[in-house]
């Protein structure tokens, strides 16, 4: 795993009461936020961020990118369990102790290059069959927002092989990842903007108040110095304006 030196050169440093519960990191693969290099590393916006979250702080931590269901279910039940990057929605709101902001997404709704799909109001998208990924917070949002024919995948990725097969009309993708995959070459059109969105780290209940409080400061001092913009800026992510 990616930190594990990380996690032995805490365990070995930190006080006692600590070092016996490192903090664990879950997160999906999610270009240019978080994804895993072929050998086995993890990078991205957000995983350069955390790194720098935890820099200084005694606990030490894991990371470990899976499905995101699975990824925000051990967050919400497991103890020292935190999962990046979380909508801060009103439903997720109590059952999570929050960090804030890791960034702040403009979600929008995409079509496979060349389709006839078209709308520019909610009302009009509601026609379509729409797909995201089990858990993510635009599940709850194509909900809320009367979608009746919602297709759900496991993963960002399958969703993404289902639109570009044409399995389905539309799904919700965050700005910077559209402009990344659009720069490769990903044969998608942007159709219309579906929501702007703060995002940051929801922790299990029981993670200590102290803990969250000195990620918080930590992340709060990488945004005043504009750290945050340089992590932004490497990965080719613009914040939405």
Request: with cysteine; aromatic share 8%.
């Amino acid at each position: 795993m990616k930190t594990a030196s990380l996690l032995l050169a805490g365990l070995s440093f930190a006080p006692a009461a600590i070092a016996q519960q490192p903090i664990m990191f879950s997160t999906e693969s999610y270009p240019p936020f978080s994804y895993r290099e072929p050998d086995g590393s993890y990078r991205g916006a957000g995983v350069d961020q955390i790194e720098i979250i935890m820099h200084g702080v005694e606990t030490p931590f894991v990371m470990e990118i899976m499905p995101w269901a699975r990824a925000i279910m051990l967050a919400e039940t497991q103890p020292m369990h935190c999962v990046f990057a979380a909508a801060r929605t009103p439903e997720r709101e109590p059952r999570f102790k929050w960090v804030m902001p890791l960034f702040i997404d403009r979600n929008i709704l995409i079509r496979h290059t060349g389709s006839k799909v078209d709308a520019s109001t909610i009302e009009e998208a509601r026609q379509y069959t729409v797909g995201t990924h089990r858990g993510d917070y635009t599940e709850a949002l194509l909900r809320n927002s009367g979608f009746p024919r919602i297709d759900l995948s496991a993963d960002f990725d399958t969703t993404l092989r289902k639109l570009l097969g044409d399995r389905i009309d539309m799904m919700p993708m965050s700005q910077g990842v559209y402009e990344k995959l659009k720069a490769e070459g990903t044969p998608i059109e942007k159709v219309m903007i579906f929501s702007d969105q703060r995002l940051g780290i929801a922790c299990n209940k029981d993670v200590p108040d102290e803990l969250i409080s000195k990620m918080q400061a930590n992340l709060d001092e990488m945004i005043r110095k504009g750290a945050q913009d340089t992590i932004f800026r490497r990965y080719g992510i613009d914040e939405p304006q």
